[in-house]
T-cell receptor, first 111, second 113 residues
Framework: KNQVEQSPQSLIILEGKNCTLQCNYTVSPFSNLRWYKQDTGRGPVSLTIMTFSENTKSNGRYTATLDADTKQSSLHITASQLSDSASYICVVSDRDDKIIFGKGTRLHILP | DAGITQSPRYKITETGRQVTLMCHQT?????MFWYRQDLGHGLRLIYYSAAADITDKGEVPDGYVVSRSKTENFPLTLESATRSQTSVYFC????????????FGEGSRLTVL
């Protein structure tokens, strides 16, 4: 069964610190993986997309990695800011264009 | 402002009533989607549409009806609301298959009493 598992479920860090969010998937055949950021009370917004041949993609302080062999991805946030407080959702698509959502990691940044 | 808009943003209704959530996009994207988001479940697909007059069921379609007479509009109707349909509903659009980004609306929070 195609699944996307994210860890941790929630995370609290101090402003200025770095953190890494994890995503493991069993989706096959794999097409691409996106990380979305969802602020409280808002819709998700795409941060990065990675296809099979890509293993690192950056968007400002956000860096996503992909290991297609182990079916793992991570999202690293550098020098966190209060505005990074949000849910981060890992979304994997298969080659039939079925989209599978993870349940998200809730990140809290404390001043 | 261009984009994807949902209305109403908040709705309280009673069991058995009909409710329609509206979704409008200004990009002329072919694909549109309705998701519901509940604690512990993440986003689940209710219905989607590949073009005007083409709709298809998603993962949790029971109790919902959609239509798409125009490319830009994709309303979602709960014909007889139940308490289990209390949720936050998100409409999304996408310009292309496969690597196309999903663009989400701001969500409609529905409470069924």
């Amino acid at each position: 069964k195609n699944q996307v598992e994210q860890s941790p479920q929630s995370l609290i860090i101090l402003e200025g610190k770095n953190c890494t969010l994890q995503c493991n998937y069993t989706v096959s055949p794999f097409s691409n993986l996106r990380w979305y950021k969802q602020d409280t009370g808002r819709g998700p917004v795409s941060l990065t997309i990675m296809t099979f041949s890509e293993n690192t993609k950056s968007n400002g302080r956000y860096t996503a990695t992909l290991d297609a062999d182990t079916k793992q991805s991570s999202l690293h946030i550098t020098a966190s800011q209060l505005s990074d407080s949000a849910s981060y959702i890992c979304v994997v698509s298969d080659r039939d264009d079925k989209i599978i959502f993870g349940k998200g990691t809730r990140l809290h940044i404390l001043p | 402002d261009a984009g994807i808009t949902q209305s109403p943003r908040y709705k309280i209704t009673e069991t058995g009533r009909q409710v329609t959530l509206m979704c409008h996009q200004t990009w002329s994207h072919s694909y549109m989607f309705w998701y519901r988001q509940d604690l512990g479940h993440g986003l689940r697909l209710i219905y989607y549409s590949a073009a005007a007059d083409i709709t298809d069921k998603g993962e949790v379609p029971d109790g919902y009806v959609v239509s798409r007479s125009k490319t830009e509009n994709f309303p979602l109707t709960l014909e007889s609301a139940t308490r289990s349909q209390t949720s936050v509903y998100f409409c999304a659009s996408r310009s292309q298959l496969y690597t196309g980004e999903l663009f989400f609306g701001e969500g409609s929070r529905l409470t069924v009493l």
